[in-house]
T-cell receptor
Framework: QKEVEQDPGPLSVPEGAIVSLNCTYSNSAFQYFMWYRQYSRKGPELLMYTYSSGNKEDGRFTAQVDKSSKYISLFIRDSQPSDSATYLCAMCTNAGNMLTFGGGTRLMVKP | GAVVSQHPSWVICKSGTSVKIECRSLDFQATTMFWYRQFPKQSLMLMATSNEGSKATYEQGVEKDKFLINHASLTLSTLTVTSAHPEDSSFYIC??????????FGEGSRLTVL
């Protein structure tokens, strides 16, 4: 079993929909949680960075962490075609430590 | 956010030659940088952790003599693929960690070995 599980998709939604992306993990020592967006042939771009449990909101993006369930989510409101990309969750035990990545979910937002 | 620059973005070389890829943190000092390899439609695979002023720590299965990593300063790490072969063709990505633990990635370098 992988330490971090993420549905590979693809996830196809119409423009304007609310998108929910999720990861589950097995290592209870993870404390820092990140979401990255990666366009084809580009390096990943950091979207959200959260510590421990709770919610964090940034524009159309909301990250949720539920450490009791070992489950993290990224919500995208009012999705746009430009949001079409692969979304990677990542986490680590201490700041600056090696990240453990999920496999990525490919999202397609159709106009 | 912080900026990490990677160069070159795309390189084509003949089999047997060596290729150097640079990774720079432009607006912050990074004591630790990471090098990843990514195959098409797959997630990132960590190759090595690069610490400024010391030897890199390689992940299991990664050939140290094949993939030379040098972290000469707090803003620069280099990956040299020595005696490249077609199977080394891949997308190589670096990342650098800020003092608060956020990790930023370079744009990636596509290596094609003919």
């Amino acid at each position: 079993q992988k330490e971090v599980e993420q549905d590979p998709g693809p996830l196809s939604v119409p423009e304007g929909a609310i998108v929910s992306l999720n990861c589950t993990y097995s290592n209870s020592a993870f404390q820092y949680f990140m979401w990255y967006r990666q366009y084809s042939r580009k390096g990943p771009e950091l979207l959200m960075y959260t510590y421990s449990s709770g919610n964090k909101e940034d524009g159309r993006f909301t990250a949720q962490v539920d450490k009791s369930s070992k489950y993290i989510s990224l919500f995208i409101r009012d999705s746009q075609p430009s949001d079409s990309a692969t979304y990677l969750c990542a986490m680590c035990t201490n700041a600056g430590n090696m990240l453990t990545f999920g496999g990525g979910t490919r999202l397609m937002v159709k106009p | 956010g912080a900026v990490v620059s990677q160069h070159p973005s795309w390189v084509i070389c003949k089999s047997g030659t060596s290729v150097k890829i640079e990774c720079r943190s432009l607006d912050f000092q990074a004591t630790t940088m990471f090098w990843y390899r990514q195959f098409p439609k797959q997630s990132l695979m960590l190759m090595a952790t690069s610490n400024e002023g010391s030897k890199a720590t390689y992940e299991q299965g990664v050939e140290k003599d094949k993939f030379l990593i040098n972290h000469a300063s707090l803003t620069l790490s280099t990956l040299t693929v020595t005696s490249a072969h077609p199977e080394d063709s891949s997308f190589y990505i670096c990342s650098a960690s800020t003092s608060t633990g956020e990790l930023f990635f370079g744009e990636g370098s596509r290596l094609t070995v003919l």
